[in-house]
């Protein structure tokens, strides 16, 4: 049977009328990449229900690989996470809720390092010409907390899947509204996504 990636995106959020990430996902949803067939997800930006709906996507489609996308609006290249930390902090979500200095899971460890082979991706991505470094800080937001809680499922369940966070420079059609943003055409994101899961084959 073919391996199976969940590839996770976001819906607009804040003032960000597009989500690349969106794009993305549907943009290679079912296809086949790097030997694995993409599942891809939309996840909400609301606090209570994304890590709900994206755990919910990981049992339903028993993936062997989880790969979750984010927008970083004003960041100018593709950043693979290496840590995410137990803490919601950040403006309102899409329901309207913003916390304040909240532990993601009470009593959880402080912090999940990424298992995907970030260092590898930087240098295949770079080696393709696309512009890539490591991130230290996924921040506090929607995109940590996802992160943050598919990394404690997965260490709570003894799954030793890789799995972990990629944040995305903003794509030119949301900077047609945001034009200080620096933005790449979406076909170059899509590219781009395609090396990193095209990596995880390679390393597994
Ligand atoms: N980026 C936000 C949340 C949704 C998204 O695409 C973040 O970086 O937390």
């Known amino acids: 049977m073919k391996k199976k990636l969940l590839l996770t995106g976001f819906e607009p959020f804040l003032n960000y ?3 690349p990430t969106q794009k993305i996902v549907e943009a290679i949803n079912g296809t086949e990449v790097g030997g ?4 891809g997800r939309v996840l909400p930006v609301d606090f209570k229900q994304s890590a709900i709906d994206l755990l919910d996507h990981y049992e339903q489609t028993a993936s ?12 100018r290249q593709i950043t693979p996470e290496r840590v995410a930390i137990n803490i919601n902090e950040g403006p309102h979500d899409n329901r309207g809720y913003s916390p304040e200095n909240e532990p993601i899971v009470k009593d959880g ?6 298992t995907l082979p970030i260092h590898k991706m930087v240098k295949r991505l770079k080696d393709a010409g696309i512009p890539a ?5 996924a921040g506090t937001y929607l995109c ?22 990629i944040h995305i420079p903003a794509s030119h059609e ?12 979406t076909v170059h994101l899509i590219e781009a996504v395609k090396v990193l899961i095209e990596t995880l084959e390679e390393s597994s």
Request: proline content about 8%; hydrophobic content about 45%.
């Open 64 to 75: 062997d690989a989880v790969i979750m996308l984010g927008l970083a609006a004003g960041r």
């Open 133 to 137: 470094a490591i991130s230290n800080t």
């Open 144 to 165: 940590n907390h996802v992160m943050y809680r598919m990394l404690h499922h997965l260490e709570s369940t003894n799954s030793d899947i890789p799995a972990g966070f």
């Open 109 to 114: 460890p402080a912090a999940y390092f990424s």
């Open 174 to 185: 949301l900077a047609l509204s945001k034009p200080e943003l620096p933005s790449w055409p």
């Open 36 to 39: 694995f067939v993409i599942e």
């Open 17 to 19: 009328d597009v989500n």
